[in-house]
């Protein structure tokens, strides 16, 4: 069987191979392919799965529907082109195709009805949960992307049980199995932060775009005014290996001094804190952190999606904008404490590090939360093991 997975954007991307993986373990004779219709395409190109169109990087980091501005950039930088050349591939590779695994919003669903074959679609990108809490069964989903899921047919599969009952409620063929982004969070248990169980850990999320280290640089500028009594260890996420360096030289001017220097990971002292800049590390950092201060979109979910309390303020020009940072608190209610100022006050910022790390009642309320919107690890399984069982006759020899 020939499959192909169809995502737009780079965590859609990595959705996409989780459930690869899965697909290959029970089918390992099917041949798979990606197609990444905006991004780098990097998480399938480091995995060996290859890509039927060459990627793109967009200017506007896939964020175009949050500015005209953006979305001009991506039109100046080739766009239109871009989207000719992928329909002119779908379209000579549609009589081989078998299979169609749609990841994120509805463009990878659009691609899919270009081909017409059986397609499932797995909805990362919307949930419910975005809408005014006044109308619960207002779907996130328009009457216009409705139609399209009916039109293809698609077994569709949404973030979150929410969702995924108006969605049935309206007609489409919906089923809720979890959220299979909480599946691609990694863990290497050969990192030695040096932790200890006195250890106040805060994990900082700058983002993976274009803006990260701005972000970075926001984010310290008001660490470094917080002059808390408790030593803390904050553990930075840094994206690309090769930025480590910048960061720590960001950090040059402020009496932080370096103790460590491997390639992915430094280790930078004061009199009092510690700092790890971290690359490839993700998974420790938010198993390891007890509070996060975060302008990251799929890693705050991710760090609520295993109940850790997450602190935000708008930054950056690209993704973490006060449009995004307001949508992703009605998303994560209230495990994400979100601070409406580029530069708040000290005295709220410790007030919330307080209370992440000392409302026992306000983290039970954030695991369940997580429960509530994220559901159980190993979604992509139960995903990959229906859809066998939907196309596979003889799906009970596995």
């Known amino acids: 069987m020939n499959v192909l997975f169809i995502s737009n954007g780079e965590a859609e991307d990595m959705i996409a191979l989780s459930l690869i993986r899965y697909w290959l373990h029970f089918n390992q004779d099917d041949r798979v392919a990606g197609l990444a219709i905006a991004g780098s395409g990097k998480s399938y190109i480091a995995n060996d799965i290859p890509l039927v169109a060459p990627p793109m990087t967009m200017p506007s980091n896939g964020f175009a529907n949050q500015s005209w501005k953006f979305l001009f950039q991506d039109f100046e930088a080739g766009l239109i082109s871009h989207i000719k050349g992928q329909y002119k591939v779908l379209k000579k590779l549609g009589p081989q195709i078998d299979y169609v695994v749609g990841v994120g919003d509805i463009v990878p669903v659009i691609a899919t009805w270009l081909i017409d074959k059986p397609n499932s679609f797995v909805g990362c990108s919307r949930s419910d949960y975005y809408n005014d809490p006044a109308n619960p069964k207002a779907s996130s989903y328009s009457s216009t992307k409705i139609s399209m899921l009916k039109k293809t047919r698609s077994l569709v599969f949404p973030r979150d049980l929410k969702t995924t009952l108006n969605l049935q409620r309206l007609g489409v063929n919906a089923e809720y199995l979890g959220n299979p982004m909480m599946d691609c969070i990694s863990h290497s248990k050969n990192l030695d932060l040096g932790l200890t169980k006195y250890s106040r850990v805060i994990g900082i999320l700058p983002g993976s775009h274009d803006d990260c280290r701005e972000n970075f640089r926001s984010i310290m500028k008001s660490v470094l005014k917080l002059n808390m009594n408790k030593p803390h ?134 695991r369940k939360i997580s429960l509530e919107r994220f559901g159980e690890f190993g979604a992509s399984e139960r995903i990959v093991t229906r859809i066998l069982k939907e196309i596979t006759p003889n799906y009970s020899d596995y």
């Open 233 to 366: 260890t904050y553990l930075v996420a840094v994206s690309n290996k090769e930025d480590i360096p910048k960061y720590s030289k960001d950090l040059s001017n402020s009496n932080w001094f370096i103790q460590k220097t491997d390639p992915k990971h430094y280790v930078l002292k004061n009199n009092k804190d510690e700092i790890h800049l971290l690359n490839g590390y993700f998974g420790n950092i938010l198993m390891s952190s007890h509070v996060i201060i975060g302008t990251s979109g799929t890693g705050n979910e991710q760090a609520v999606g295993i109940g850790i309390p997450v602190i935000s303020f708008p930054c950056g020009k690209i993704q973490y904008t006060k449009k995004f940072g307001e949508a992703q608190k009605r998303l994560l209610g209230k495990a994400l404490t979100y601070i409406p100022s580029p530069e708040p006050s000290i005295e709220v910022l410790i007030k919330c590090i307080d209370k992440a790390f000392n409302d026992s009642a306000y983290r039970e309320e954030v």
